[in-house]
């Protein structure tokens, strides 16, 4: 097929000829500067259209210098330091990178910060403390106490901007971030879009790097990363901001609201009301500048596009004000499914995908593998397309050096034929759902769809893969999936049609719940779902808060609760596990269950153990009324764990038979069935040649063969009239 469009291509003057034979190769339609770099008049004039990136708030430099009132700020948390005597001095700059941050001395120390006793947990009075020369001094110290010091900075550097610098050995000078609060920086930042939109005339599409306050990146002093949270609103800080938001809610926000006790507002902590109307405020302000923004760029007759990255703060995609700017796109990174159901599910109009890797040094190098990661990434964001496509796909970095990795250049032209065969015999319709919702149930809720468990997008550490793997399993598999709250349970109950409620994480986590499961409309909705025939299931430590006795507050439905040490003199149900059950049916190895959950035994005779790990139950199934539940210590994403999990789901739903519908008997594929266009595919998500058996709906068995990774396209008419079926 002779296909073209639908991809971005990075381009780079002085590279003229590769990026017409790369536009060639990929059929691209689209071309895309990146930071550093600029596209030349031939590119300009090659007939593609043109992507140009815009980060206002670092874009004039000199203008910042001049006005250093106008800087981004951020709350700090000094170290904690031990007092062992009644003086003691705490260096501020301790342990952060003085290139990103400098004190803020503009606005009065005495009133803008806070020194705390942390062993008392109080306030030091200001009488009690100074500054002078990088140093905090406090007076009259309680011995073997512990202080901090929570302070304003400045920051200096733009940290985005500092990361390229740093990673891709930049030698330009430092960009700095303006505060578009401020009135005139708001103001001057309307007139550099302006003046850019008229030195731009050549640009198609405006691709603004988000608007205005980059998510929380704090480096350490050895200019390493110290602190980041994608999510986080700590960059948005200024006593401006503060003095407006006391003005508008009625309460102001004191300095450790902002670092927390050093926790900052990581969104692993259960959302506090006030956290909800920082976020909030910020929210309202942001998209406000950025419909600005957007509708200036239409002005001139050119589409604004949103990257869902740097600056993150304020552009929520799944918040209240987000439609309100008018986007015709929205880019975003994408390294899995999850981070692609991140953002195909947004609910705009048009989205694309940026894979990685990025044409960066780290992998475009001598004995790097950028095709073996863009396998990987292709393999599992391939899944989640297949569920919610994009409209298109692209790259990022510099282009220098991925033409140095010829095989790299064919297989990514591969990739763009195959997303572009799947618009062609899809025609924009919906993939074939199970006939009911999966609800993801946490703290937040809808505004962190496809969100959870996440430091950084397509980024997880040692306690989250357990159960981030069971999204990335979901991004997927053939279900609705829908984010639900707390607060939407109390209001509203269990939504309609929904099938399985899903619980999953640590407890005291947001993810998990926390205090919400002291709630009794939660707890007695659950329950009512359940024994009238709804399914849940909980991961790690579900409905977890320790009261009344109980750790799993709905170890009732569980059927399962974890042993904390208080009641250890409590006899247990012996464990015996029952392998033969319909959700473990396709295990044939021992199941990972990642970093576990020990101590899990059993509350009910009735319990059915399904798997038993260092003496514990691992995975267990419950009947609860009309009603069942699943639980498992942690589910980790890999083939085998995505088919336990995908039986989990149909066998708690009481819906069994339903998962043989468009089923690919082999756990390395999948199939994915397109009843209005008439068409299915089955893919290869294995690197290795597989052989499956498909049962359609029509229970119709299809025997067929793969290559490794292979995607292969089925008429649905030509293969229910027993003809040949391939396309």
Not at 320 to 327: A, H, S
Not at 556 to 585: Q, W, Y
Not at 644 to 665: D, P, Q
């Amino acid at each position: 097929m002779n296909l073209k469009g639908r991809v971005t291509l990075p381009a780079q003057a002085g590279f003229e000829k590769d990026v017409l034979r790369l536009a060639k190769l990929w059929g691209a339609d689209a071309v895309r500067d990146s930071d550093g770099t600029i596209l030349d008049k031939e590119i300009l004039e090659s007939g593609l259209r043109v992507y140009s990136t815009l980060c206002l708030i670092r874009e004039d430099t000199d203008w910042a210098k001049l006005h250093w009132h106008c800087l981004q700020q951020i709350y700090l948390l000094s170290k904690p330091k031990i007092a062992i005597s009644n003086t003691l001095n705490i260096d501020l700059m301790d342990g952060f990178y003085s290139e990103q941050f400098e004190v803020d001395t503009y606005h009065d120390p005495s009133v803008w910060w806070e020194v705390r006793d942390r062993t008392s947990d109080t306030k030091v009075d200001v009488s009690d403390w100074n500054f002078q020369n990088g140093v905090l001094s406090v007076n009259h110290a309680k011995k073997y106490h512990m202080y901090t010091a929570t302070f304003l900075a400045y920051q200096i550097w733009e940290p985005v901007s500092m990361y390229n610098y740093k990673l891709n050995k930049w030698t330009s000078e430092h960009r700095m971030p303006v505060d578009p609060r401020q009135p005139e920086a708001h103001i001057h930042l309307l007139e550099v879009l302006k003046d850019w939109l008229l030195n731009h005339p050549a640009t198609n599409v405006v691709r603004f790097t988000t608007f205005c306050y980059n998510f929380d990146l704090i480096y350490g002093e050895r200019g390493k990363e110290k602190r980041v949270d994608w999510f986080g609103y700590s960059n948005c800080v200024s006593p401006l901001a503060i003095e407006q938001f006391e003005k508008e809610y009625g309460y102001k926000l004191e300095p450790e609201f902002f670092v927390n006790k050093g926790y900052y507002h990581s969104p692993f902590l259960v959302p506090t009301q006030k956290y909800l109307d920082w976020m909030d405020f910020n929210q309202r302000f942001v998209s406000k500048l950025a419909r600005e923004c957007v509708d200036l760029v239409h002005q001139f007759r050119k589409k604004a596009i949103m990257f869902l990255g740097d600056q993150w703060i304020g552009t929520e995609p799944y918040g209240k004000y987000f439609n309100t700017i008018g986007l015709d796109m929205v880019v975003g990174a994408a390294g899995d499914g999850v981070t692609t159901r991140m953002i195909t599910d947004i609910p705009i109009r048009k989205t694309e995908l940026r894979f990685y890797p990025y044409f960066f040094p780290d992998i475009f190098c001598e004995g790097g593998n950028p095709v073996g990661e863009m396998q990987k990434t292709w393999q599992r964001s391939r899944r989640a397309v297949m569920r919610s496509p994009a409209d298109r796909i692209g790259f990022g970095g510099y282009l220098n050096l991925a033409i140095k990795f010829p095989n790299f250049e064919n297989y990514v032209a591969k990739i763009c034929d195959e997303f572009r065969t799947f618009h062609l015999m899809t025609h924009g319709t919906k993939p074939y759902s199970a006939s009911f919702k999966v609800c993801i149930l946490n703290a937040w809720g809808s505004i962190r769809s496809w969100m959870t468990h996440q430091v950084a997008h397509s980024l997880w550490n040692q306690r989250t893969y357990s159960y981030l793997g069971i999204l990335e399993a979901l991004a997927g598999l053939p279900f609705e999936v829908k984010f639900i709250s707390f607060d939407d349970i109390k209001k509203n109950g269990v939504p309609k049609n929904t099938g399985v409620v899903l619980n999953i994480g640590d407890s005291g986590t947001a993810w998990s719940g926390g205090n919400n499961w002291l709630d009794e409309k939660v707890l007695v909705s659950l329950r009512k779902f359940v024994s009238q025939g709804g399914g849940f299931i909980g991961v790690g430590e579900p409905t977890a808060v320790l009261h009344n006795g109980f750790f799993f507050q709905l170890s009732d439905i569980l059927g399962v609760e974890k042993e904390c040490g208080l009641t250890l003199s409590i006899d247990k149900i012996p464990l015996k596990a029952n392998r033969n059950h319909f959700i473990m049916r396709d295990a044939t190895s021992q199941i990972n269950y990642g970093e576990e959950i020990d101590s899990i035994f059993l509350t009910d005779d009735h319990t059915e153990v399904l798997d038993v790990r260092n003496g514990g139950c691992a995975a267990a199934v419950h009947q609860y009324g009309k009603g069942r539940s699943v639980y498992f210590t942690g589910l980790p994403y890999n083939s085998e764990n995505q088919r336990i999990l995908l039986r989990a789901i149909f066998w708690a739903a009481s819906k069994e038979e339903e998962m043989h519908i468009w089923f690919s008997r082999n756990e390395e594929t999948e199939c994915y069935a397109y009843p209005t266009a008439m068409k299915f595919a089955v893919i290869n998500n294995s690197q290795k040649a597989q052989n499956t058996e498909i049962t359609t709906c029509n229970n119709r068995k299809l025997n067929l063969h793969l290559s490794p990774l292979e995607c292969k396209w089925l008429d649905m008419q030509a293969c229910e009239n027993k003809q040949g079926w391939n396309i």
